[in-house]
């Protein structure tokens, strides 16, 4: 691994260890937010999540206040949600439909598109130029399928430089629906007293689910023994192992293809689904797309999971402290029952109520109060995966659990935190 050494911050990360103060650390945490959040690119929302003129959603990244809009030109704008008056916020619901914001404050009103078009007393003020007071736009927004990112710096790389191989499996997430879009529904939200990368790293650590989940996949699968017996036990391939990848800038992904076995109540078993995509693309892609299992990672904000069909946002509040919200999405084109099942499986899985997110939260939750404790002055990421490689795809390949996406992910960190990084 190489360790990039431009400023103190990338000094932190040695290699397969990493020094405790990236989680606890106010100052690591601040300059986070300046040299990765505001200057690389962030995963804002989906264009589904406002799908008519004058919807809109709120998100606080970090310490920015942003507001999705569409606007009825149908575009999606990414506007900051601070008046051009005082700096008052100019949306206080988490979504909704609108013609306008008024601010609260003082009344200045605006709209869809950020425009500045009423002002109360006008006639009184200064030479007010209305035409330039109106929201300040983010610097930069791109969209990929639907998946739209801000970066707040101007300069940098574009959004596909960024994304690299990502936008295959972007794609891929989409292309699983019939007509080859997704749907977002309103989010689940939730909340732990540790620090951003907690979640981050998590997602893409198959190494913990054996132990910290041990109770429910005990339970699961035992269950799962009754009401199914020999069938969920054949649906467990033997020779299956979960493959992971890491492809550049700290993206990354696993393939759980044919290991985790069936669901308790199976979103795809709808023949009609099938057949939808076996009409489109033929038998075999469609049994493939069928059985897609990934977990797919986008740093640093966005996680994706195939077979719950939803994407969770990773949103830093404090050093310690970071809200996740976490929205089931719906394929168009499959029947209603599907997406049904789909939305209830991502609610059994992730919800405060789940069977799993919470095991995960209290993990965050001693990491942080531990880390906090000064005891331990450096993590380990030692792990390695098996037959580690690079394939054709020019991604980072090997099977088993590791801690190899970690290590690139704190490769990535440290050249982000660097002086000189774009
Ligand atoms: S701060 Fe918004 S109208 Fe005054
Ligand atoms: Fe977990």
């Not at 209830?344 to 109060?369: P, R, Y």
């Amino acid at each position: 691994m190489t360790v990039y050494a431009g400023s103190a911050y990338a000094s932190l990360v040695m290699g397969d260890q990493v020094d405790s103060g990236v989680y606890t650390s106010p100052e690591v945490f601040e300059q986070e937010m300046r040299r990765i959040f505001g200057r690389t690119w962030i995963f804002i929302g989906h264009a589904s999540e406002v799908p008519n003129p004058g919807d809109f959603k709120t998100v606080q990244i970090g310490q920015w206040p942003l507001l999705m809009t569409r606007h009825s030109d149908g575009l999606v704008r990414v506007l900051f949600n601070v008046c051009r008056h005082r700096g008052s916020k100019v949306c206080y619901d988490a979504f909704g439909n609108t013609n306008s914001f008024m601010c609260m404050y003082h009344g200045w009103t605006y709209d869809t598109a950020g425009a500045l078009n009423a002002v109360p007393l006008l006639d009184h003020m200064n030479d007010l130029d209305m035409s330039s007071h109106g929201l300040v736009k983010v610097a930069r927004v791109e969209t990929h399928r639907d998946f739209v990112f801000a970066s707040l710096s101007p300069e940098g790389p574009t959004l596909a430089e960024h994304l690299g191989r990502g936008t295959y499996y972007l794609d891929v997430m989409t292309d699983r629906a019939p007509d080859r879009e997704i749907h977002a529904t309103r989010p689940i939200r939730y909340e732990y007293d540790g620090n951003w990368k907690l979640q981050f790293e998590n997602y893409c650590d198959n190494y913990h689910p054996w132990y910290l989940h041990n109770s429910a996949i005990s339970v699961g699968v035992q269950m799962m023994k009754e009401k199914y017996g020999d069938i969920f036990a054949s649906s467990r391939r033997s020779d299956a192992i979960a493959v992971e990848r890491s492809f550049g800038a700290a993206h990354s992904m696993t393939d759980f293809a044919g290991t985790r076995g069936a669901m308790w109540m199976d979103a795809y078993s709808d023949p009609a689904f099938l057949e939808a995509l076996e009409r489109r693309d033929g038998p075999e892609r469609a049994k493939e797309l069928l059985d897609l299992d990934w977990h797919i990672m986008i740093y640093p904000n966005l996680l994706l999971h195939t077979r719950l069909n939803h994407y969770r946002v990773i949103n830093p509040v404090a050093v310690d402290h970071t809200e996740v919200t976490a929205y089931a999405c719906k394929l168009g084109g499959a029947s209603d029952q599907v997406n049904d099942r789909l939305v209830k499986n991502t609610a059994h899985h992730v919800s405060a109520l789940g069977e799993i997110q919470v095991d995960d939260m209290q993990a965050f939750n001693w990491v942080q109060k531990g880390l906090t404790s000064g005891a331990v002055e450096r993590v380990n990421f030692k792990l390695r995966g098996g037959n580690e490689h690079w394939n054709d795809d020019g991604e980072y390949e090997w099977t088993g659990a590791s801690e190899t996406m970690m290590r690139f992910q704190y490769q990535e960190w440290a050249r982000l935190m660097s002086d000189e990084a774009r």
